[in-house]
């Protein structure tokens, strides 16, 4: 009865700000960058980096790591992988919330739609993150939290519109279809 309603408005009040998407942006100056070419996903010696080498690197981009490989540095002494290039500018934009896939795709197309226009990337990246203790992942298993809880995808979109799509999954999880 009435009992029923009033929970019902208190949840649909209090759900809809807790699944509002909160929305930050960054600039990061003179960042070092992989070169990359579209079809060549293993990278060659003196030419391009391959995949594995782009997903490390941008682990350490997002989680604001240093690539500067100071042997003083307690946290990382990780560096950016050769061959690669100083990019005056690079913006970062992260939406952490509950996102549907319609969205997720609508980004997509509005980051497609950023070669359209006359600038200097080669190169962009959607990366999607699953929560590390999501009950489920990918297919009809339970998601297996276990250590790291890895459950995300990464698309990487070149100027002519080539991609590459990387996945990453915990060791007890489904591989994505």
Avoid at 6 to 33: E, G, H, V, W
Avoid at 39 to 48: A, M
Avoid at 95 to 111: A, D, M, N, S, V
Avoid at 164 to 174: P, S
Wanted: proline share 6%.
């Amino acid at each position: 009865g009435a009992e029923g309603s009033t929970l019902m408005s208190y949840f649909s009040k209090n759900q809809i700000q807790a699944l509002k998407p909160k929305i930050t942006f960054s600039t990061l100056r003179d960042l070092q960058c992989p070169v990359l070419q579209s079809n060549d996903l293993q990278g060659k010696p003196e030419e391009s980096c391959g995949t594995e080498e782009l997903f490390e690197w941008l682990g350490a981009v997002l989680n604001q790591v240093s690539l500067d490989n100071k042997s003083s540095s307690f946290l990382s002494t990780y560096c950016c992988p050769e061959p690669n290039t100083v990019v005056e500018k690079a913006f970062l934009c992260t939406i952490t919330g509950f996102i549907i896939p319609e969205k997720i795709i609508q980004l997509l197309e509005q980051l497609c739609c950023y070669f359209s226009e006359p600038k200097l990337a080669y190169w962009l990246t959607l990366t999607v993150h699953g929560f590390a203790d999501s009950p489920v992942s990918w297919r009809e298993s339970e998601h297996g939290f276990h250590k790291g809880g890895e459950n995300l995808y990464n698309f990487v979109i070149f100027r002519n519109l080539d991609y590459w799509l990387q996945m990453a999954v915990g060791a007890h999880d489904d591989c994505p279809p």
